[in-house]
């Protein structure tokens, strides 16, 4: 079902001054694969994350996409690459409109008088709100300021900056923290819908029951070392749990 | 920025400019409205400087002094003989350098913009009386003169220069991937980064705008006063800063706009215009400014969360958007 | 220049700098302290020529400073509008008050002991100085060992979180702007009896020189971060290297370049002993 193998990691490691938030993960992430990242705070999930992103650089190890190492100094790099993050907090500027947030960092530019760069405002709406609408979450305009939305069509239009330039990987960090029962279940179905395309993602999240409900593959991280990497239907959530919190089996 | 804080200053400006009238007709005169424009021409150029490093979350204390360095410079490489276009053309860059370094001292070596620019008010100027030794310099040619004294179909120069430079930065703003990193930069400078927009850069431009227009602003006075001396624009960062904020743009960036600045500096000039054909001493106003500034600030936080509902003042509608 | 005369002269910015580094630590700024300065010296030597007396002369100069930075504290607090917007007003407006009220010209009075008291020294340190060490102390107990010291450092911080834990936050940032328009009386005061006159002008710049002494002594633009112990030995220490230019025979123009260059080594010299400067990346 799902193919070669897309992104890999080897041996990463990442140390804020004293503190070692990974201490040398390997990983893989095939091509159309949903990989569930779980742990506990402060495990490394999202330093992790980061790093794929360009966010931050890493200290140690290599990265490999399509078996070529790959040097992922910023986050243009990352999304030069075919990587696009939909972050936990830092996703959205507040004071821009909708299309300028999805569009922000690539924004599309015309020529008028022979050569001078002007944005194409027309061609950046209709283009963002083809995309919202596909997720079919409730918009009514996307020249509105980012600061009047909603919680889900904040994450909508963070999702749809990610998708709008046909990425290979999906990157979300929390995606569903703060949402509705109802958000969340539109949120999964559009991680479903990314496998669809072929596209791979990668999601952090606390809520188990949206883990095994999406995931291929679920990867459990403690203290920055990897403890389990496991497919999603040959462990149940309590393998997952007793791994998380490092609980010992009294047999 | 919305459209009712907009129209709140425009309104304010208005009545200003009516209740002088009132006071006294002389106000009204064309002479007199022209000598305001021209007025408030110098300051608006420094004005959309500081507008533009204030949006990207920044602030520019330097720029009076940038100002007195460059047109000292250029004063004196006119004086010994150089071709005025030398002149100009080391006057606009002995200001973007300055801001250069602004920047560069605010993104690499992360030091505040408050701290910065305050460092570089005290060089430059230090600078300024080094080259000048103090002394004013003064006449220039004609055609140099001009671009202070001159009029084109009797709208003076430096009007022109300022509203030919409100409507460049306005597209640049508004229009261009740059404008909308600058608004990016200051609302959100982490979300910036992480979505790959150059933040230093963006924020190095800035400053290095704002000294090009501080020498900009340095060549249109020296030509005006036909003198350039090392003491001069001492008040002008916190005149343009009185500007901006009554414009409009928020102190912590990602909001406001060009034309609240000129609007902010329209309203400074006729207050100060207005006390001065009433006879009011000069000495109150600082006084009146300080308190618009108050006053004007106060009733945007309380017409946003009253969200009073006059059609006019509402928040523009945003259209439904057809595809 | 001595050490005596270092003391003497650093004794107006150090006090200053001690309140600023207050408002700065509650995430504020207060740019009013400079024309705060004038104003004060401006009502105390205005009355000081009064028949009231001298002490009835310096307690208005400080009740005029704590009025503006209540006033100041409460728009802040209450109205919630930006600090930074808000001392600009008070001060634009207290400067020109200092202007209206004496004509623009500098005010004198019969001489009395006030004018030199300035110039006394205690066990050979100058008076002014020992005022301002009281007041230094007085700091140093609140912000370690007052709830209200701790709460200063919650609001840079968390002010939410505060607030919510049922803190009177507004009462707390209020006092913050009091104790800094008080220290900008005393400042005010010092100088008026050093210069033995009024000046409108006296206290001009003095806001940023402050600002920039309690940045350099470590205290965050951002609130929560910094020792004012720090602002207050950064501000005698830009003193002492401003005026030592000027000994070492810098004529005014290289010690304006000397400030510039001292402002940005001093900050950058923070920087690198206080680890402060995270990697971007
Ligand atoms: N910028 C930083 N500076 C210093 N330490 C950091 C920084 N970012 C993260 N850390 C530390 O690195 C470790 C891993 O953090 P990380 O954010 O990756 O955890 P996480 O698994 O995402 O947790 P959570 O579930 O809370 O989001 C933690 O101990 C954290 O304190
Ligand atoms: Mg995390």
Redesign the interface.
């Known amino acids: 079902m799902t193919g070669h193998i897309l992104l890999k990691g080897e041996n990463i490691k990442k140390s804020y001054g004293h503190v070692d938030a990974l201490k040398g993960v390997d990983f893989t992430l095939k091509k159309g694969e949903i990989l569930a990242l779980v742990g506990d705070n402060a495990a490394g999930k999202s330093t992790l994350v980061k790093i794929l992103s360009g966010a931050i650089s890493l200290d140690f190890g290599k990265i490999f996409i399509d078996e070529k190492e790959e040097h992922i100094s910023n986050p243009a790099a990352s999304r030069a690459l075919g990587i696009e993050t939909v972050y936990q907090q830092f996703a959205l500027v507040d004071n821009l409109t909708v299309y300028c947030n999805v569009f922000l960092g690539r924004l599309i530019n015309k020529k008028i008088l022979g050569g001078i760069p002007i944005l194409d405002k027309r061609k950046m709406q209709d283009e963002s709100w083809k995309v919202i609408n596909l997720m079919g979450i409730k918009f009514d305009s996307v020249k509105r300021k980012v600061s009047d939305l909603s919680g889900g069509q904040r994450q909508a239009v963070a999702i749809a900056r990610a998708l709008l330039f046909n990425p290979r990987i999906i990157i979300l960090d929390e995606p569903t923290s703060g949402l509705a029962v109802k958000e969340v279940n539109k949120i999964q179905d559009i991680i479903l819908n990314f496998k669809d395309k072929g596209i791979s993602v990668i999601f952090i999240s606390h809520r188990l029951e949206s883990i095994f409900a999406t995931a291929d593959r679920i990867m459990v991280l403690r203290s920055g070392v990897k403890v389990m990497d496991e497919e999603n239907d040959k462990i149940t959530s309590k393998d997952v749990v007793e791994k998380m919190f490092a609980i010992e089996h009294k047999k | 920025m919305r459209r009712n804080d907009i129209l709140l200053r425009f309104a304010l400006l208005i009545i200003l400019a009516i209740l002088i009238f009132l006071v006294n007709p002389n106000f009204g005169k064309p002479a007199n409205l022209i000598n305001i424009l021209r007025q408030g021409a110098l300051l608006y150029i420094l004005a959309i400087g500081m507008t533009i490093v204030i949006l990207t979350g920044g602030i520019d204390l330097s720029n009076g002094a940038v100002l007195a360095l460059s047109s000292c410079v250029a004063a004196i490489a006119m004086e010994r003989g150089l071709p005025i276009m030398v002149g100009i053309i080391i006057s606009l860059a002995i200001g973007m350098i300055c801001g250069f370094v602004n920047g560069v001292l605010v993104t690499q070596v992360k030091i505040p913009p408050f701290i910065t620019t305050f460092a570089m008010m005290y060089f430059a100027r230090g600078l300024a009386y080094i080259f000048s030794h103090g002394r004013i310099i003064y006449g220039f040619e004609k055609s140099f003169r001009f671009i202070g004294t001159g009029n084109i179909f009797g709208i003076p120069m430096p009007v022109i220069f300022s509203l030919l430079l409100l409507f460049i930065f306005y597209i640049v703003l508004e229009y261009t991937s740059f404008g909308v990193n600058i608004y990016a930069v200051g609302s959100n400078s982490e979300s910036s980064r992480l979505v790959g927009i150059n933040v230093k850069k963006v924020r190095i431009i800035a400053y290095l705008l704002s000294g090009f227009l501080s020498a900009f602003a340095g060549l249109i006075y020296t030509a005006r006063l036909n003198a350039a001396e090392p003491v001069v624009g001492a008040s002008f960062p916190l005149d343009a800063i009185a500007a901006v904020i009554i414009g409009g743009t928020s102190i912590v960036g990602g909001e406001g706009n060009l034309f609240g600045s000129a609007i902010g500096v329209l309203i400074c000039t006729v207050i100060i215009n207005g006390m001065n054909l009433m006879g009011i001493s000069s000495l109150w106003q600082q006084f009146v400014i300080g308190s618009i500034i108050l006053i004007i600030i106060t009733t945007q936080t309380y017409t946003k969360s009253a969200k009073i509902n006059i059609p006019i003042l509402r928040s523009r509608k945003i259209e439904s958007f057809e595809k | 220049m001595n050490l005596k005369n270092i003391l003497l002269h650093s004794s107006a910015l150090a006090i200053l700098a001690l309140g600023m580094s207050l408002v700065m630590l509650t995430n504020g700024i207060d740019l009013s302290v400079g024309s705060l300065v004038s104003l004060v010296s401006i009502v105390t030597a205005g009355l000081l020529g009064s028949k009231f007396g001298v002490l009835f002369a310096i307690f208005s100069g400080i009740l005029t400073a704590s009025f503006f930075g209540i006033f100041s504290g409460i728009?802040i607090s209450r109205?919630?509008?930006?600090p930074?917007?808000?001392t600009?007003?008070?001060?634009?407006?207290t400067?020109?008050?200092a202007?209206?009220l004496c004509?623009?010209e500098t005010l004198y009075w019969e001489k009395n002991w006030f004018n030199t008291i300035a110039l006394k020294y205690f066990f050979g340190v100058p008076i002014l100085f020992c005022i301002v060490s009281i007041f230094f102390i007085l700091i140093m107990l609140l912000i370690h060992y007052t709830s209200f010291g701790s709460y200063i450092y919650g609001i840079g911080s968390n002010e939410e979180a505060l607030r919510l834990c049922g803190v009177k936050v507004k009462l707390y940032k209020t006092l913050v702007y009091l104790l800094s328009g008080c220290f900008a009386s005393v400042a005010g005061i010092m100088l008026t009896s050093r210069i033995a006159s009024g000046n409108p002008i006296i206290g001009m710049g003095y806001e940023?020189e402050a600002?920039?002494a309690a940045?350099?002594g470590g205290i965050s633009?951002i609130g929560g971060k910094g020792n004012p112990a720090f602002a207050f030995l950064s501000a005698v220490t830009i003193t002492m290297l401003t005026n030592g230019l000027g000994l070492m025979g810098f004529t005014?123009?290289?010690?304006?370049?000397?400030?510039?260059?001292i402002?940005?080594f001093g900050?950058?010299l923070n920087?690198i002993l206080a680890k402060v400067?995270l990697p971007?990346?």
Do not use: D, H, N
């Open positions: 728009i109205i919630k509008l930006p930074f917007i808000v600009l007003g008070t001060m634009v407006i400067a020109s008050l202007l209206v004509g623009g940023f600002i920039a940045a350099i633009f005014t123009p290289w010690q304006y370049c000397g400030i510039g260059a402002l940005v900050m950058f920087r400067s971007e990346r």
